[in-house]
Nanobody, 117 residues
């Protein structure tokens, strides 16, 4: 049973930075390494939005609104995906989740990111 545990959120001033982590407990290395892992975010009343993804070869994709500000990475040995967020804006305020883009797992609890003006 794979469990996704997100952490690293918090309250930050506009222009600040946060680094989110997502631990994929129970995911064996041979599954995690080639997996395309992704970060999503959700604002109350809106659909969950795909923010960034990284495939097994390390190729990353970002939604336009976060390009040049966010960086996704993964540590296979730790079964962990990271999201470095710089230049945070109020519009980035949301609950952030991670998941396997191509093989959806049960969602974790997410981590709240709040950007104050």
């Amino acid at each position: 049973q794979v469990q996704l545990v997100e952490s690293g959120g918090g309250l930050v001033q506009a222009g600040g930075s946060l680094r989110l982590s997502c631990k994929a407990s129970g995911m064996i290395l041979s599954v995690f390494m080639p997996a395309t892992m992704a970060w999503y975010r959700q604002v109350p009343g809106k659909q969950r939005e795909l923010v960034a993804s990284i495939d097994g070869a390390g190729s990353a994709n970002y939604t336009d609104t976060v390009k040049s500000r966010f960086t996704i990475s993964k540590n296979n040995g730790r079964r962990t995906v990271y999201l470095q967020m710089n230049g945070l804006q109020r519009e980035d305020t949301a609950v952030y989740y991670c998941n396997d883009l191509k093989r959806m797992r049960s969602w974790g609890q997410g981590t709240q990111v709040t950007v104050a003006a």
